[in-house]
């Protein structure tokens, strides 16, 4: 199998030591089922790698990896994230501080399509069409450039209704 492969990181180089509560909460996280397959899968490392662990110290490396069938890599990197943020980080996922691409429509362009949109539509035309709205607003310069498509998700964004 490919957990087999020589690892880049030193063996117990991040021992894993969880308290009794620590225990509990993971077990109950494996238990529950309501998390994600990753942070099952996390725990049930971190609970193999306790060296606190019923019935003996902690499993080696390849054991674990062998038995989760994970890489055998997967396993330190669960250890070094326990060792540098708790069992709590070394199974959630950090958030992003902002998003990968920045919103390209602000809140002042979605008001000023918006307004385009409830204003009479041009002559010879009965109402505004997605591509007209889109068009218009790169040309009185709201945004450099606009799809069709995003014009409709703003409307429709911006124009639902609550219910009642």
Not at 21 to 28: D, F, G, N
Not at 79 to 93: L, M, N, P, S, V
Not at 105 to 133: D, M
Request: charged share 25%; aromatic share 4%.
């Amino acid at each position: 199998m490919f957990q087999k492969e020589k690892s880049t990181y030193a063996p117990d180089q991040n021992p894993v030591r969880l308290t009794v509560e620590e225990q509990a909460s993971l077990r109950a996280l494996i238990s529950k089922g309501h998390s994600s397959a990753r942070a099952i899968r996390r725990a049930q490392i971190l609970l193999a790698a306790d060296e606190n662990r019923p019935g003996g110290g902690s499993l080696k490396e390849l054991e674990i990896a062998e038995r989760m069938q994970v890489h055998v890599n997967t396993v330190y990197i669960v250890r070094k994230a326990y060792a540098q943020q708790g069992w709590e980080g070394a199974i959630g996922r950090k958030k992003r501080a902002t998003p990968p691409v920045p919103p390209k429509v602000t809140g002042e362009v979605e008001a000023k399509i918006i307004a385009l949109s409830c204003s009479a539509p041009p002559s010879g035309r009965s109402r505004w069409t997605l591509e007209l709205l889109a068009d218009r607003a790169v040309e009185l310069k709201y945004i450099d450039s606009i799809s069709h498509e995003t014009v409709r998700q703003v409307l429709k964004k911006r124009t639902q209704t609550s219910p009642s």
